[in-house]
Every structure is written in C-alpha cells, then in structure tokens.
C-alpha cells in the first residue's frame, strides 16, 4: 500500500510568487490534515478536510493561504502571494474515519527568498 | 488550552546509554498520547502512542508511559544507537478535536559512537 506522498519536496521561490503544494493520501482515507514547522518551531495545524470538506481550518494563518481538495482524493495547498515567514516545511497527513493515529508525508520544504 | 512541552535539545548521548526524552502535557479531556520521529532527511513516522491512562506504548526500543497523575509520557530507550539520531516530536490529540495533533518542540538526539 502506497504512503502519504506530497510534491515538489522541495521549493525555492521569491517573495511574491505563488507555490502550490500537493498531497496525496493513503487510498481510502477520508481525514487529510495539512500541517507545517516553521523556522525549527513547533509543529502546528494548518487545517482538516473530511472527504472534500474543510472540517476545521482554524490554523491557517490568513487569506494566502488556499486548500483544496478536489473529489475527496489528493489536496492542494496555494500560498499567493508568498512570504518570507511562509518558509519551512510543509506536512499532509491521513487518517480512516475515526482513526487518531495519523500517517505522514515527508513534506515540502518551502523557502521564500 | 492544550499544549505539550517536552524537553529542549539537542540530546547527546554515547552509544549504549539510556536515554530519556521528558514530555509533558495539558489538555482538557483524555488525550492519546503519540511520539513521531523524524530521521535526517525524512518525514515524520509514528514512533508509538498510548490511547488511555497507564498504557504503555513500545516499538524499537522505546517506551513510554501515559501517566495521568503526571500528566507525562516520557520516552526511554535502555540502549541508544547511532542510528537513534533523529528528532523526536511528543504530541497528542483529542477524539472533540478530530484528532488535530498538538505538538511539542521536537527535542533533537545525537548518538555519538
């Protein structure tokens, strides 16, 4: 069984631009959590879909933010315009339905220059 | 609110010592109770968890225990190993929540040979 897989791994881009990251969840799984570390702090929630649904989307930072997650299957996170406090490294994670125990992606390293 | 602290690196350690990783937690509810890893250059893989008061979780060595009293869930490993070296994130989540982890800070290992 395939992974949580997420692309690109990495991203370098100037202040401004825009990046889109995709994640792509184990088959089957309806949670997607999206999650980020920025600058070695801690680890913090960015937002839950259930199937194409936001569930909770609490700790995205502002409106330069954007997820999608189209027909309930992979999911989009849109920074536009980028930031230089958007660097660091952007986590997906999945889950069955009532599952607590979350499986990981190895992340998107953003660095807005 | 809820939080977790857990102990500030980097940890040093020879190979062959005991290691302890101090994590505690606060959280409205009854948590379950995880520790990721991430090794160098890699994603965040689930190390073990314990779901309710005085489990134990175990996997490759390590252990921890969910101790409500404490409100700890400490990792320990009777005999590190370079290959150990990785960060090692403490966190938890809660069913009222949709199980939106709550991280620590990572706490960075180093095993010197």
């Known amino acids: 069984e395939a992974g949580v897989t997420q692309f690109p791994s990495h991203s370098v881009i100037e202040k401004g631009q825009t990046v889109t990251l995709r994640c792509d969840p184990i088959s089957g799984h309806d949670n997607l959590y999206w999650y980020r570390r920025v600058m070695g702090k801690e680890i913090k929630f960015l937002l839950h879909f259930v199937k194409e649904s936001k569930q909770d989307e609490s700790g995205m930072p502002n409106n330069r933010f954007l997820a999608e997650r189209t027909g309930g299957t992979y999911s989009t996170l849109k920074v536009q315009p980028a930031e230089l406090e958007d660097s660091g490294v952007y986590f997906c994670?999945?889950?069955?339905?009532?599952?607590?125990?979350?499986?990981f992606g190895p992340g998107t390293r953003l660095l807005v220059l | 609110g809820n939080s977790v602290t857990q102990m500030e690196g980097p940890v040093t350690l020879s190979e062959e010592a005991f290691l302890t990783i101090n994590c505690t937690y606060t959280?409205?509810?009854?948590?379950?109770l995880f520790w990721y890893v991430q090794y160098p250059g890699e994603g965040l893989q689930l190390l073990l968890k314990?779901?309710?008061a005085d489990d134990k979780g175990s996997n490759k060595g390590f252990e921890a225990t969910y101790r409500k009293e404490t409100t700890s869930f400490h990792l320990e490993k009777g005999s590190v190993q370079v290959s150990d070296s990785a960060v090692y994130f403490c966190?938890?989540?809660?069913?009222?929540?949709?199980?939106?982890?709550?991280w620590g800070a990572g706490t960075k290992l180093i095993i010197k040979p």
């Open positions: 314990a779901t309710k």
């Open positions: 966190a938890l989540t809660l069913k009222d929540s949709n199980y939106q982890l709550i």
């Open positions: 959280a409205t509810g009854y948590p379950s």
């Open positions: 994670a999945s889950s069955q339905v009532g599952g607590e125990t979350q499986y």
